[in-house]
């Protein structure tokens, strides 16, 4: 049988250990492979730490959340390793060498699926499975994360109501999803926030005074807002859209340097946006305004059904794939079926929320405002 390593990168989610244990009693059961699993991501690649995976390593992981493998947000390319930013693809491709691997499982996000590649391109046989509780990658209907983190975010946003009601306030919730809005409307939509705010749409301040203070009169005096991580305002957004092209026009690794660190400053200036969207609402409409930051809660625990049922379909696919010897590839899920698609089409391919999707003509119709 062939010889795998298996690992997890990027931010945790819950489904990996259910993907690790779909891959590996597939591969050993079926296939006759032997598993390792690299610790802590692409960084235990390079530095060699790894465990044995067998059935016994694989029991009773299925309902656990986070990673036994653990993991971490390296970059194989640009790792720091004794203080310095080094290229480590080299000594990732003696390890697997070393090791006598026949195969690389990679699992992760968008981050991840870009690393993939850089390996796949330095010539070893790589499969990426899909993890992330943003939905943001391309290519896939979704990944495994997702679903947990959106049930979190919606039993937040119902709790939320309650409290904002009896207290006649306005509160702001900020939900994760990086750059993409999947999370907090899903979750809006799914708990009934009044106002959903996603970086795809940015939002004008004096349209949600507006909205929330026509609720007030209409005696609901209190407000949900739903707010993504990347949301902007219209004004923030226009300058952080200014600072992306800088990045994406700069010629020279001095001008890119320069306009990276710029962008790093605009980016500064933007964080604590719950807050201070939360005190100008106060400050236009009256109504006595708090926040809640949902956080890492939204990536911790048991998976659900979904992300159990994902991650072991995509697990198991993906030993079959191996086994067929089909490499640079992601395991996607497309309607119900795990189906390959080249990491090519998915590394640097960000899927955000297209304006005329589905579930922002739903909200529209529910009367949900969208701060623009
Ligand atoms: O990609 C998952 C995610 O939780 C994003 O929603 C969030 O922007 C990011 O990771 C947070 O990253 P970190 O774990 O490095 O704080």
């Known amino acids: ?67 036994i493998l653990g993991t971490s947000r390296d970059k194989p390319h640009k790792m720091v390793v004794d203080g310095e ?27 991840t699926a870009k690393n993939a590649k850089r390996l796949a391109d330095a010539g070893l046989n790589v499969i990426h499975l899909p993890k992330t509780i943003d939905n943001d990658i391309a290519n896939t209907d979704t990944s495994f994360g ?68 026509a609720r007030a009169r209409s005696s609901r005096n209190f407000s949900v807002i739903a707010l993504a991580e990347g949301a902007r305002n219209q004004e923030d957004a226009a300058d952080l859209a200014a600072a992306v092209a800088l990045v994406k026009g700069a010629s020279t690794a001095e001008a890119r340097s320069a306009a990276n660190k710029h962008k790093a400053t605009v980016e500064a200036a933007h964080r604590d946006n719950a807050f201070k969207l939360a005190s100008s609402l106060e400050a236009a409409t009256g109504l006595e305004s708090r926040v809640t930051v949902l956080g890492y809660v939204q990536r911790g625990g048991t998976p659900d059904a979904n992300d159990r049922l994902l991650g072991t379909l995509l697990g198991s696919a993906g030993a079959d794939l191996v086994q067929a010897g089909e490499f640079g590839i992601m395991v996607a899920s497309q309607a119900g079926t795990a189906v390959p698609v080249p990491l090519e089409d998915v590394a640097g391919n960000l899927k955000t929320v297209p304006l005329d999707d589905p579930w922002i003509r739903a909200a529209k119709g529910v009367g949900t405002g969208l701060g623009d």
């Open 1 to 67: 049988g062939k010889r795998v390593g298996i690992l997890t990168a990027g931010g945790d989610s819950p489904g990996l250990n259910a993907a690790i244990r779909g891959f590996g009693k597939t591969a050993i059961g079926h296939h006759g492979m032997e598993l390792i699993g690299f610790r802590d991501g692409l960084r235990g690649l390079v530095e060699d730490r790894w465990q044995p995976l067998d059935g016994g390593a694989l029991a009773g992981i299925l309902t656990v959340g986070g990673t």
């Open 85 to 111: 930013v080094r290229d480590m693809v080299p000594t990732i491709v003696e390890n697997c060498e070393r090791n006598k691997l026949d195969a690389i499982v990679c699992i992760g996000g968008g981050g």
């Open 146 to 213: 997702f679903s947990t983190s959106l049930g979190i975010a919606t039993e937040a946003v119902d709790r939320l109501h309650s409290t904002a009601h009896s207290h006649h306030r306005l509160i702001v919730v900020e939900i994760m999803g990086h750059k993409a809005g999947w999370l907090a409307l899903g979750a809006g939509i799914a708990g009934g926030a009044d106002i959903i705010l996603i970086p795809e749409i940015p939002y004008s301040i004096e349209s949600i005074a507006e909205s929330v203070a």
